[in-house]
């Protein structure tokens, strides 16, 4: 079955669902999604939008801190042009019908770790989900835009489909859509496309422990890699320091805004520890507040610290917090009280599909945003709040070069439908979930937080196993999500430890024991 639609957009978050009502007005437009349409990582984000909206603030000043958090690696022209165009982007998605957190009649502006100011649009503690319902309301409104749920993104079509040979060296490769599993009817479907837009997010379900919901397999990352896209900075895996510890609680997520609002972090004994890792204390950057943790952790022998808020108003608290105090509260803990238990998490993927200052990849046809994308803004490490920020104006900065491809060209009518001979139904599953939580342990035993060579290639020779055994297992099998998962987490573990091991340098989030400092020869992105 064939489905043709001038764009086609991979992901149903914030920067699928803000392109998508963009090109709306230009074409006709699919939004192909894996699970239901709210299921992203933007529908978890709690901390907010950072952006400079208010005169005691500046443009330099929100700049200067993500180049500071970018350790050298950012595109300076990238994050100036970010930071300037912020502003523009929130006042949209308030006209998109977005409502923020305010405070005597003006947004009410949080602060996070690494930010020299209160700059954090937010609603709430749960600004992801009123941006993804304001988002969606709209496009499920828009008679341009078709939704696809359920349907999960199997292979970009280029001219490999076609029979010919494609290398990471030719210049000319096209991307024509893409096969998609339609998961209720079990049939793999060919989206034909002008132009495509891969905003499929990140690959926190890499690691054992993620603040990322389950749909976090880095499919774009891994589709666009087998399509021979460039992929950049994959080393730069941000741990965030704050995730509940709690047996029951799946990785839940205390955002940086209640250290912004004051809250301390113990050990165990009772020591406040960060003043003696960084003058900014709790405050400081995510990497060095994750590493620090790790260190008290690994030092004490203890499986968890203490982040504590409980000396500041309840009513305050609880305003700010109402989805963290709840969620504690359901697992016994009352904040307002008491201090909770948290341990470090994967939480966001710095680098991805290379992309220029418009969202174009290295694959004519081919653009990205988001998370699946590494634009140049974060460098060696995100500052907090900014990945929202990106999603937003590369949303809006590719839909001029997407339209303007779209418009000259046409639906490749010679693509073949998807090929399953030779394939059956897999009898074995246990292959699937025990080469998954394998994967998983492998990472976050020795590619997290702090790595090493000889960690490094442990994780490789781990790696190597895994891929050849489910190559083989997939070979043999019909396409499911479940599988293609799997696969694409081994090609982007294989991508992370790749990457992590051409940098010999410790820079922003990757920290090597073997070489702890940073070399000023090493100080350019990482390209595969
Ligand atoms: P997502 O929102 O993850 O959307 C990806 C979409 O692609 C999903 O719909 C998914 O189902 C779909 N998809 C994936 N693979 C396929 C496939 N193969 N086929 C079809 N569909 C597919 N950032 C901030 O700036 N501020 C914050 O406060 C903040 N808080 C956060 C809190 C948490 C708990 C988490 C996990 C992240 C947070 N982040 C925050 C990061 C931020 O939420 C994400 O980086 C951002 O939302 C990514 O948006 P996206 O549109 O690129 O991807
Ligand atoms: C948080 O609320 O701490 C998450 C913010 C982010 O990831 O940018």
Redesign the pocket.
């Known amino acids: 079955m064939t489905e043709r639609f001038d764009f086609l957009v991979?992901?149903?978050?914030?920067?699928?669902?803000s392109f998508a009502l963009r090109a709306a007005e230009h074409g006709t437009v699919a939004v192909?999604?894996?699970?239901a349409?709210?299921?992203?990582?933007?529908?978890?984000?709690?901390?907010?939008?950072?952006a400079v909206m208010d005169g005691s603030d500046s443009f330099e000043q929100h700049i200067a801190d993500t180049l500071e958090a970018g350790a050298g690696l950012c595109d300076p022209e990238v994050v100036a042009f970010v930071v300037r165009e912020g502003p523009a982007r929130i006042r949209e998605l308030m006209a998109f019908g977005a409502r923020f957190s305010r405070e005597n009649g003006r947004l009410h502006l949080g602060r996070?770790g690494g930010h020299s100011a209160h700059r954090?649009v937010?609603a709430a503690d749960a600004?992801?989900r009123e941006v993804?319902r304001a988002l969606l309301a709209n496009v499920r409104a828009h008679p341009n835009i078709r939704v696809f749920e359920y349907?999960?993104?199997?292979e970009l079509i280029t001219e490999h489909h076609l029979g010919q040979h494609v290398s990471r060296l030719r210049p000319d490769i096209h991307c024509f859509g893409a096969y998609?599993l339609d998961e209720r009817n079990d049939v793999v479907k060919t989206f034909l496309a002008k132009s495509t837009l891969l905003?499929?997010?990140?690959s926190?379900q890499v690691y054992l422990h993620?603040?990322?919901?389950a749909?976090?397999?880095g499919?774009?990352v891994a589709?666009a890699y087998r399509a021979k896209a460039r992929i950049a900075n994959m080393e730069f895996v941000q741990f965030?320091p704050t995730s509940l510890y709690h047996p029951e609680a799946d990785s839940?997520?205390i955002?940086?805004?209640v250290r912004g609002e004051g809250a301390l972090l113990y050990n165990q004994a009772g020591e406040r520890f960060m003043p003696r890792y960084d003058p900014r204390a709790e405050l400081a950057p995510r990497d060095i507040v994750a590493r620090a943790i790790d260190d008290q952790l690994k030092q004490r022998g203890e499986d968890y610290v203490l982040l504590d808020i409980s000396h500041r108003p309840a009513g305050h608290i609880r305003a700010h917090f109402p989805n963290i105090y709840e969620t504690c509260l359901r697992y016994g803990i009352d904040i307002t009280r008491e201090p909770i238990p948290v341990v470090p998490a994967a939480?966001?993927?710095c680098g991805g599909v290379l992309t220029d200052a418009y969202g174009r990849t290295s694959i004519a046809g081919l653009f990205a945003?988001?998370?699946?994308?590494c634009t140049g803004l974060h460098g060696a490490n995100r500052l907090?709040?900014?990945?929202?920020?990106?999603?937003l104006v590369f949303s809006h900065r590719a839909l001029e070069p997407a339209v303007e491809y779209a418009r000259g060209t046409g639906w490749r009518e010679d693509i073949p439908p998807w090929d399953d001979s030779g394939t059956v139904r897999p009898q074995e599953w246990v292959l699937v979930s025990h080469n998954r939580d394998e994967l998983r342990r492998v990472m976050w035993d020795y590619v997290g937080i702090v790595r090493s060579t000889l960690r490094l290639e442990r994780a490789e020779r781990r790696t190597r196993l895994l891929y050849e055994e489910t190559e083989d297992f997939y070979r043999r099998s019909r396409v499911s999500?479940g599988l293609?998962?799997l696969r694409?987490m081994i090609a982007v573990a294989y991508l992370i430890i790749r990457s992590a091991r051409m940098r010999r340098e410790s820079r922003g989030l990757h920290y090597m024991l073997d070489y702890p400092e940073p070399v000023e020869a090493e100080c350019r992105p990482t390209l595969v």
């Open positions: 991979l992901g149903s978050g914030v920067a699928g669902l192909v999604t894996k699970k349409s709210v299921e992203s990582n933007t529908n978890y984000a709690q901390g907010g939008i950072a996070e954090i937010h600004t992801g993804e349907h999960f993104a199997l998609v905003a499929t997010g990140g926190g993620t603040t990322n919901p749909i976090a397999t499919d774009g589709m965030h839940f997520l955002s940086e805004a939480h966001y993927q945003c988001g998370e699946v994308a907090a709040s900014n990945s929202l920020l990106e999603a999500t293609c998962e694409n």
